[in-house]
């Protein structure tokens, strides 16, 4: 059974950092790309970062790009997301997902349950 | 980037009704085009993948169709348990976008 079980959300003042991780098991992981999709309280979903299974590919909303960083670490089966200055525009649920395919280009068929960023002084 | 519009962004009907939510992308991306279903306080959900194909496990009174441009997802007889809002996302290319969402209630 895939699984993904995100954690590392919390309070934040404006301009802080945090690093979420998104543990995986349950798939042949290092086979599949990865990404990072938020929800802001009461919005719809966006899309923020892609990493390829090899990790050498990556990608990033213009929203992100510069401040966030996506990576993985396959010998422990871990995603990560490494956010730096962060503003109140970056409140929102982080989801982890997976895709149906190997490729960064997937529908996401598994996602984990979420975890809360909140950027508030 | 290729944007996503999705429409109406909120609808209301009776159980049983005939229900259809349109998705266009402002660019052809054949058929990359995923829906998904998030009920209230839950995880979005994929419930049609390559604009028409059922994900495992999904009723059969949801279908989707279209490419290129312009999409559709359908509810052949809207049943309670489909309170939710609806989201499409192209996949052809990243940025993975979505649309802004369609809230279905009854």
């Known amino acids: 059974e895939v699984q993904l079980v995100e954690s590392g959300g919390g309070l934040t003042q404006p301009g802080g950092s945090l690093r979420l991780s998104c543990a995986a098991s349950?798939?042949?992981?290092?086979?599949?790309?990865l990404n990072w999709v938020r929800q802001a309280p009461e919005k719809g979903l966006e899309w923020v970062s892609a990493?390829?299974?090899?990790?050498?590919?990556?990608f990033y909303a213009d929203s992100v790009k510069g401040r966030f960083t996506i990576s993985r670490d396959n010998s422990k089966n871990t995603l990560y997301l490494q956010m730096n200055s962060l503003g109140a525009e970056d409140t929102a649920v982080y989801y982890c997902?997976?895709?149906?395919?190997?490729?960064?280009?997937?529908?996401?068929?598994?996602w984990g349950q979420g975890t809360l960023v909140t950027v508030s002084s | 980037d290729i944007q996503m519009t999705q429409s109406p962004s909120s609808l209301s009907a009776f159980v049983g009704d005939r229900v259809t939510i349109t998705c266009r992308a402002s660019q052809g991306i054949r058929n990359y085009l995923a829906w998904y279903q998030q009920k209230p306080g839950k995880v979005p959900k994929l419930l049609i993948f390559?604009?028409?194909t059922l994900q495992s496990g999904v009723p059969s009174r949801f279908s989707g169709s279209g490419s290129g441009t312009d999409f559709t997802l359908t509810i052949s007889s809207l049943q309670p348990e489909d309170v939710a809002t609806y989201f499409c996302?192209?996949?052809?290319?990243?940025?993975?976008?979505f649309g802004g969402g369609t809230k279905v209630e009854i």
């Open positions: 997902a997976k895709g149906r395919s190997s490729g960064s280009e997937a529908a996401l068929n598994y």
């Open positions: 996302q192209k996949y052809n290319s990243v940025p993975l976008s």
């Open positions: 990493i390829s299974g090899s990790g050498g590919g990556t």
């Open positions: 349950g798939f042949n992981y290092s086979n599949y790309a």
């Open positions: 390559a604009a028409s």
